[in-house]
Every structure is written in C-alpha cells, then in structure tokens.
C-alpha cells in the first residue's frame, strides 16, 4: 500500500470530523428527472456556503441570494435553472425569509453550483461578514498592495500584488454599496 494510502485510510475509517465530511458528500444533493414531467416548483433556495475546508451554511433554506460572477450579477430563486458559475470578488447577498434584512458575505472568488431541485452550493476560497470588515484596515492594505504592484522586482510579486489590489478594490466598492455607514 502506498505512504499516501496508508495515512488516508486510517482517516476515513474515522468518525470524526472527516466523517462527517464523506456522509455530507455522499448525501443525494441532486436527483434525476424526467424532462417531460411535472414537478412542483420549490419555493425556497437551499444553500450550502463554505469556506475551503468550513461550514459557513449548511443546507440553509433561504429566500434568494445575489452573487457576482465573471459574466455579471446573478440572482438566484428557487427553481433555477442548473449552472456553474465561477465567483469573483464581490458580495454574495443573501435574503433569508421575507421582512428579514439581507445577510452580505464578502468572498474573494469560488464557484457556484446551482441545481435545479432548489438547491445551491456555493464554495469559496474566502468569505467573510460584509459587516465584520473595518473600511480603514482595507483603505490601508489596498495603499500597500498598489505600492507593492509599483515596486514589484519581478512578474510573480507584480502578480500578487495586481491580485490583492483587484481583491480590496472590489471589498471597497461593496462596503460603499452594501453599508450606509461606510
């Protein structure tokens, strides 16, 4: 058995945590259906948010949702149409039931896999309460990262600081959108 077995077998044969993760992926998410049948039409979105390796929501009935992809914004209701979108930095809003307030996320990119059962998953790399962010800390690292593009020594460091500019620009322009206070 190979070194890599040999150290993954022991951890799925867990009932840890890791468990936990291998009943969730083995959990029917999407069902087959007839094209020509009826169907009753969900009336709520189930979404599933996660960051990397951690639960954010899990199968959380909601109203709706918005998120930005590289082809624009996207809303999402329940009955949708299936599509894989891949997410740029930008808010993922959330409207839970009716007459609550819209939960914001700030992720800075992932993908979105919207089933046609009504069910949404959605897995970032980051992703954060929009409200939990300062404006002033972003301020400050954006001027940092728009002063490393200028004085990158080569095309990775120029790269990575183009990146973080696009990343705290766009963390900018929603605290200004998603926040009356900011």
């Given at each position: 058995?190979?070194?890599?077995?040999?150290?993954?077998?022991?951890?799925?044969?867990?009932?840890?945590?890791?468990?936990?993760?291998?009943?969730?992926?083995?959990?029917?998410?999407?069902?087959?259906?007839?094209?020509?049948?009826?169907?009753?039409?969900?009336?709520?979105?189930?979404?599933?948010?996660?960051?990397?390796?951690?639960?954010?929501?899990?199968?959380t009935?909601?109203?709706?949702?918005?998120?930005?992809?590289?082809?624009?914004?996207?809303?999402?209701?329940?009955?949708?149409?299936?599509?894989?979108?891949?997410?740029?930095?930008?808010?993922?809003?959330?409207?839970?039931?009716?007459?609550?307030?819209?939960?914001?996320?700030?992720?800075?990119?992932?993908?979105?896999?919207?089933?046609?059962?009504?069910?949404?998953?959605?897995?970032?790399?980051?992703?954060?309460?929009?409200?939990?962010?300062?404006?002033?800390y972003?301020?400050?690292?954006?001027?940092?990262?728009?002063?490393?593009?200028?004085?990158?020594?080569?095309?990775?460091?120029?790269?990575?600081?183009?990146?973080?500019?696009?990343?705290?620009?766009a963390?900018?322009?929603?605290?200004?959108?998603?926040?009356?206070?900011?």
């Open positions: 058995m190979s070194r890599l077995m040999q150290s993954t077998v022991p951890l799925m044969q867990s009932r840890g945590a890791v468990q936990q993760a291998w009943d969730y992926i083995h959990e029917p998410k999407v069902e087959d259906r007839e094209i020509a049948g009826t169907y009753e039409q969900p009336q709520m979105v189930t979404l599933t948010l996660t960051r990397q390796d951690e639960f954010i929501l899990k199968v009935p909601v109203k709706g949702l918005q998120i930005s992809t590289v082809s624009g914004e996207l809303g999402i209701r329940a009955g949708m149409e299936y599509k894989i979108s891949k997410l740029i930095p930008g808010v993922i809003a959330i409207e839970k039931t009716e007459g609550q307030p819209t939960t914001n996320y700030f992720t800075s990119g992932g993908f979105a896999h919207i089933n046609n059962d009504g069910s949404v998953d959605i897995n970032t790399v980051e992703c954060v309460p929009l409200d939990d962010v300062e404006p002033a972003v301020d400050r690292e954006l001027a940092i990262a728009t002063e490393a593009v200028k004085s990158a020594k080569n095309d990775k460091e120029r790269v990575v600081a183009e990146v973080q500019v696009q990343t705290y620009e963390l900018q322009a929603a605290l200004k959108q998603y926040s009356g206070a900011h």
